[in-house]
Every structure is written in structure tokens, then in C-alpha cells.
């Protein structure tokens, strides 16, 4: 137990530097033009205001039905539900075009087999809601968490951290390679403390950096424990 315990924390780890470096050498700037009606556009893909709205609706809508308390939620930015929802839909998008480009995929047999590891449909739904993801976007969530594992590994990920940061900086330059613009109304990433709020949103609190949740699904259970 204790040897799968420090693997845990590893790959947990590593897909926490992954996180922060793909955000850093991505293009997340509050003062990118974007498209009328876009919440943020990832190289070919067009995430539009009204997707975001739909998604933050399912998501609120959900955590209401689930009697998810505030403090329950490990989300990017628990003063606004929007921003922490789009980081999660910009990090798939990230992954699959990164992973496009590599001939990297995960089948859909993966995603089940993950889901039913994890105790099924409705067990994940209740873990992925608690960091920013509508039931809608549960599998393509997944999916871009099993996209992350893979291009890690090949990009020379393993269990020792000067792997898992040389993989991690890897993915960092591929995601800088990727035009990612995200609407100024939803502030800019920092990838110590997430989407950082700008003229009329709250800014996080101490205690919330401090806590680190810039990292949404920084706990989710990695694939294969």
C-alpha cells in the first residue's frame, strides 16, 4: 500500500507540473483579441459563449441536485463558476490537439474501462463534478486526463520527477505551439493561482492560493491506481 501510495503522489505530481506548464507556455492573455461570441478559441477550436453558458448551467444545476457544499468544490476559482468550467473545457482541447499532432489517442474502451474502475457512470459524474465538470463534459474530460497520461509517457514521463518535469516541459513547448486566446472577461491564468480575476470579478483569496486550486483535477484518482 505504501509503494502505490508514493506512486499516487507521483503521478499526481507530474500531472501537476504538466497542468502548470502547459498554462504557462500557452498563449493566456486578458488583452487577446477573440472572436465576437467566443469564450476562448485553442488553435483550431472555437469555444463559444453560449457553449460555456450551457455548460455552467448543467454544472450548477448538478451540484445543486448533488447537494455539493462551496467548500466541497476543488475548482479553479470557487468565486466564479465560469472561469473554473472554461479552464477545464481549454485543458481538453489542449490535450487532444497536442495529442492530434502526435498520433497519440485513447479509444473509447479506455474511457469505459477507466469509469468502471473509478465505480461507474454515476461515481465519476460525482467525482469530475467536484472539480468544475458538468456531467455533459464527464468523457471528453476523461478522455483529455488520459490524453495527459499518454503524452507523458511519450514524451519520457516516468516515476522518477526528473522525468515527469522533463515530460512536463515538453508538453509545455508543445502547448506553446498552440494560438490559445481566452475572452478578457474571464481574466488571465496564472499557473500558480489559476484564472486570476480582473476589473469586475473578485480577485481569490489568500487562503485559496495558498491552497493551490489553480489545479483543477489535481486530485482526481490518475489512471490505473
Excluded: W
Amino acid at each position: 500500500m505504501e509503494g502505490r501510495s508514493v506512486k499516487s503522489h507521483r503521478v499526481a505530481r507530474a500531472r501537476l507540473i504538466a497542468l502548470a506548464v502547459t498554462a504557462a507556455g500557452a498563449v493566456l492573455t486578458a488583452c487577446a483579441p477573440v472572436q465576437a461570441g467566443a469564450a476562448a478559441i485553442v488553435g483550431d477550436h472555437r469555444i463559444t459563449s453560449a457553449e460555456l453558458d450551457k455548460a455552467v448551467r448543467g454544472f450548477e444545476t448538478a451540484v445543486t441536485k448533488a447537494k455539493i457544499p462551496p467548500q466541497g468544490l476543488q475548482i479553479a476559482d470557487p468565486n466564479s463558476y465560469p472561469r473554473s468550467v472554461l479552464l477545464n473545457m481549454v485543458q481538453v482541447d489542449l490535450f487532444e490537439q497536442i495529442a492530434r499532432r502526435h498520433k497519440v489517442s485513447v479509444t473509447e474502451g479506455e474511457v469505459d474501462a477507466y469509469v468502471q474502475s473509478q465505480g461507474g457512470p454515476a461515481a465519476i459524474e460525482q467525482k469530475a463534478l467536484a472539480f468544475g465538470v458538468p456531467p455533459s463534459q464527464t468523457r471528453s474530460f476523461l478522455r483529455g486526463m488520459l490524453l495527459n497520461q499518454k503524452l507523458n509517457q511519450a514524451f519520457g514521463g516516468g516515476a522518477d520527477e526528473a522525468a515527469a518535469q522533463r515530460a512536463a516541459a515538453r508538453l509545455g513547448e508543445e502547448a506553446g505551439k498552440i494560438d490559445l486566446k481566452i475572452n478578457p472577461r474571464y481574466g488571465h491564468f496564472d499557473p500558480q493561482q489559476g484564472f486570476v480575476a480582473v476589473q469586475r470579478f473578485t480577485k481569490p483569496t489568500d487562503a485559496q492560493q495558498a491552497q493551490g486550486q489553480g489545479a483543477p483535477g489535481q486530485e482526481m484518482p490518475p489512471p490505473g491506481q
